[in-house]
């Protein structure tokens, strides 16, 4: 594995790098050398991270506290990044929070909401890193769900939005195959991360209790580790696969076979 995940000298953008996934994925990054940009909004998360970082591999990450969805921030990720490392290599699109929607909803608010952020954001983010990923021959990660395609009640929006992204994911990796670019999907199942903060559960027995609950339905028993995805999003990123792009890698214990 040492061999595989090197990513000495490599310039990473990690959004929703304050909790869960992306900040494993961080962690992971920096083990194996790679020069940070980390994006949250918790400053106290994000700090505690970017500071973890630090002490595997010496370099204090570049952090950057914004909500993505507020006008100009995709553009501040990018433009500070390039401005102190000269370059990306690799951009993952991991920042993400959890409604519930339906189409008995009586606002738009909900609908708009995700959009912007599941989808809206990880397009700007990329857009504005293309030219820069077309240099170094860098890639994407993108994130969704295994069970996009799964009917579940309270997921309309949520379901529309990683259904979406897939479609962006794939049409990009082709447009960007000729440039040597690479763009891929990583989809894990329920994950034990921060997410259920997202519906007010953050007590630690009401949030031990829910993923007991949902395990009972998953063939495996059991939900993720952010751990796992966070190094199945690494090795993804790593030029382990140079021909790996335009797929929607589903990590989910066969969760969404059942
Ligand atoms: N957990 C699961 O079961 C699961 C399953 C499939 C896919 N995913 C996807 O995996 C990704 C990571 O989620 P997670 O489970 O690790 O969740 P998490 O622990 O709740 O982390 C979410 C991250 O996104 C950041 N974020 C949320 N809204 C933001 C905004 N408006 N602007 C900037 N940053 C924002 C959060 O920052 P702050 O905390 O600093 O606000 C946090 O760092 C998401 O895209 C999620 O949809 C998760």
Avoid: W
């Amino acid at each position: 594995m040492d061999s595989i995940l090197n990513f000495t000298d490599k310039v990473v953008i990690v959004t929703g790098a304050s909790s869960g996934i992306g900040a494993e994925a961080a962690r992971i990054f920096a083990k194996y050398g790679a020069k940070l940009t980390l994006v949250g909004r918790n400053e106290q998360r994000l700090g505690a991270v970017a500071q973890e970082c630090k002490e595997k591999n010496g370099m204090r990450p570049l952090k950057i506290l914004v909500d993505l969805v507020h006008p100009g921030s995709c553009e501040t990720v990018i433009h500070k990044t390039v401005e102190k490392y000269g370059k990306v290599d690799v951009l993952v699109n991991c920042a993400g929070s959890f409604s519930l929607s339906s189409v008995f909803d009586e606002t738009i608010n909900t609908f708009d909401d995700i959009m912007a952020l599941s989808l809206r954001v990880p397009f700007r983010l990329s857009q504005l890193a293309v030219p820069y990923l077309v240099k170094t021959k860098g890639n994407i990660i993108n994130m969704s769900f295994s069970m996009t395609n799964k009917y579940r009640p309270g997921l309309l929006v949520a379901n529309m939005a990683s259904a979406a992204m897939e479609k962006f994911s794939i049409q990009a990796a082709a447009e960007l195959a000729t440039e040597g670019v690479r763009v891929n999907i990583v989809s894990p199942g329920v994950t034990r991360t921060n997410m259920l903060s997202s519906l007010d559960i953050n007590d630690p027995i009401l949030t031990q209790d829910t993923y007991d609950f949902v395990s009972n339905f998953l063939p495996c028993g059991q939900v993720l580790e952010p751990k796992e995805v966070a190094l199945y999003i690494c090795v993804v990123a790593s030029g382990a696969f140079k021909n790996m792009t335009g797929a929607n890698l589903v990590l989910d214990g066969a969760a969404s076979l059942a």
